[in-house]
């Protein structure tokens, strides 16, 4: 898949998710620059509305379907998770704050892998 296809692929999912006012920017890595054991990974600043999407080099098209998906997911999942996170600050302690956010991470990583595959699916 080229760089642009890959692109197109991922402002494809941003519409279909609904995630218009965030801005993606693609970037195609080598897996070293990737967190241990990850073939893609996302930063996404809620702030400034903006996802930074990390794949690794040589994938299949539909690997990188997949991954583009499950990205997205996380993107959408953002405004949820950091406004929960933001609704504790000060109220919880920090470990405890650290120990929730954890156990979010976990969920939503949990939910993003059920509704890829649910998409990959309805998508063949
Ligand atoms: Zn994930």
Known sequence: ???RTLSQLV????NLLQLHDWNFLVKVVSEDELPEGAETCCSAQLDAKT???FFGANHDD??????????????????????????????????VRNTLKCELLHQEEMLVLRLERAF???TQ
């Open 120 to 122: 990959m699916e309805v």
């Open 62 to 95: 539909e690997a990188r379907k997949a991954q583009v998906i499950h990205e997205c997911l996380h993107v959408a999942c953002t405004d949820l998770r950091e406004s929960l996170l933001r609704s504790t600050r000060g109220y919880l302690p920090h470990g």
């Open 51 to 53: 996802a930074t999407l």
């Open 1 to 3: 898949m080229t760089n």
């Open 11 to 14: 402002t494809y999912w941003r």
